[in-house]
């Protein structure tokens, strides 16, 4: 803090840093709050609202065990995020690494910028695109029974798969990027000198590379678990009816159950799992919180 006000001065240091804490009790801290309050009250009608009825409980909470449906969803959500993490993990790693390592300068940029274009529309239209070439009539049907990989067509959108390459297309740059910034501050020379050993590039990765760029590999994979976890667009827009996601029954609860108290409990045990997952993040990758905010 000190820092801010000897770069800017104290009149627009303390500008600055009532704008920032504006924005953390307003826009994050207040409204978590007022969810978790929302969590442990019943659901009553507003004139019952500060009357007897109107105590803290755990029913909202106990309603997600007792429903074994929605304990189903939720399990399958964790889960199926953790896949998606995985998948992009494994998607994005050798992108990261050949425009930090192999590519230099303009290429690199021209790349970057490659993969930064699609990004510029808007999530739902993505989306959308990926309904239309994974659907049932789409062009990628289409091209498999053409060249006679399928007899016939294949519903692709039935199941988890849609949802699956809909989540690693649309969480890349989330996990390229810290990658990129992680594996561009390795000294090429210990790559060279791994070489001239005759290090294999499998071992290569295992010792040097991956080692060096824990702290992106965390932030990517926290990143994008978070991002598929509390995905709504994507799973309703790429699913089915028996590949629901956990945000979808929080999206019931609030919009067409009416039952607000209820979504907010949800959501809440939903937020304590991201929240646990970044530490076991940190802790798996043995990392700080300061190196994961580089």
Same mark, same amino acid.
């Given at each position: 803090m000190s820092a801010l006000f000897r770069r800017h001065g104290?009149? %627009?240091? %303390?500008?600055?840093?009532l704008i920032v804490a504006f924005w953390i009790v307003v826009q994050v801290v207040l409204p978590q709050l007022l969810m978790i309050d929302f969590s442990f009250r019943p659901n009553l009608l507003p004139d019952e609202m500060g009357g007897p009825k109107d105590v803290l409980t755990l029913t909202n909470y106990e309603t997600l065990w007792a429903n074994s449906v929605h304990f189903g969803i939720f399990v399958k959500t964790i889960v199926a995020s953790a896949a998606v993490t995985l998948l992009t993990l494994v998607v994005c790693y050798p992108i990261a690494f050949h425009l @930090? =390592?192999?590519l230099k300068g303009p290429k690199a940029a021209r790349l970057m910028l490659v993969l930064v274009?699609?990004?510029w529309i808007n999530e739902i239209l993505r989306t959308f695109a990926w309904y239309i070439v994974l659907a049932y009539a789409g062009p990628l049907n289409a091209v498999l029974v053409a060249v006679g990989i399928l007899d016939e067509p294949m519903r692709f %959108?039935?199941?988890? #798969? #849609?949802v699956m390459v809909g989540m690693v297309y @649309? =969480? %890349?740059?989330?996990m390229v990027f810290p990658l990129y910034n992680a594996i561009e501050s390795l000294d090429v020379a210990q790559v060279e000198a791994a070489r001239d050993l005759g290090a294999t590039? &499998?071992?290569? !990765?295992?010792?040097?590379?991956?080692? !060096? @760029?824990?702290? #992106?590999? @965390?932030?990517?994979?926290?990143?994008?678990f978070m991002l598929a976890a509390g995905s709504y667009a994507v799973? &309703?827009?790429l699913g089915s009816p028996n590949s629901r996601w956990f945000t979808e029954i929080i999206y019931n609860w609030f919009f067409e159950g009416g039952n607000w108290n209820q979504g907010a409990a =949800? &959501?809440?045990i939903l937020l304590l799992l991201c929240v646990g997952f970044i530490f076991a993040m940190m802790k798996t990758f043995r990392v700080s919180l300061g190196e994961l905010t580089r």
């Amino acid at each position: 803090m000190s820092a801010l006000f000897r770069r800017h001065g104290w009149p %627009l240091g %303390l500008v600055m840093l009532l704008i920032v804490a504006f924005w953390i009790v307003v826009q994050v801290v207040l409204p978590q709050l007022l969810m978790i309050d929302f969590s442990f009250r019943p659901n009553l009608l507003p004139d019952e609202m500060g009357g007897p009825k109107d105590v803290l409980t755990l029913t909202n909470y106990e309603t997600l065990w007792a429903n074994s449906v929605h304990f189903g969803i939720f399990v399958k959500t964790i889960v199926a995020s953790a896949a998606v993490t995985l998948l992009t993990l494994v998607v994005c790693y050798p992108i990261a690494f050949h425009l @930090a =390592y192999e590519l230099k300068g303009p290429k690199a940029a021209r790349l970057m910028l490659v993969l930064v274009i699609p990004f510029w529309i808007n999530e739902i239209l993505r989306t959308f695109a990926w309904y239309i070439v994974l659907a049932y009539a789409g062009p990628l049907n289409a091209v498999l029974v053409a060249v006679g990989i399928l007899d016939e067509p294949m519903r692709f %959108l039935d199941g988890n #798969g #849609g949802v699956m390459v809909g989540m690693v297309y @649309a =969480y %890349l740059l989330f996990m390229v990027f810290p990658l990129y910034n992680a594996i561009e501050s390795l000294d090429v020379a210990q790559v060279e000198a791994a070489r001239d050993l005759g290090a294999t590039w &499998a071992r290569i !990765h295992r010792r040097v590379v991956i080692p !060096h @760029a824990k702290p #992106g590999i @965390a932030t990517g994979c926290i990143m994008v678990f978070m991002l598929a976890a509390g995905s709504y667009a994507v799973p &309703a827009l790429l699913g089915s009816p028996n590949s629901r996601w956990f945000t979808e029954i929080i999206y019931n609860w609030f919009f067409e159950g009416g039952n607000w108290n209820q979504g907010a409990a =949800y &959501a809440f045990i939903l937020l304590l799992l991201c929240v646990g997952f970044i530490f076991a993040m940190m802790k798996t990758f043995r990392v700080s919180l300061g190196e994961l905010t580089r």
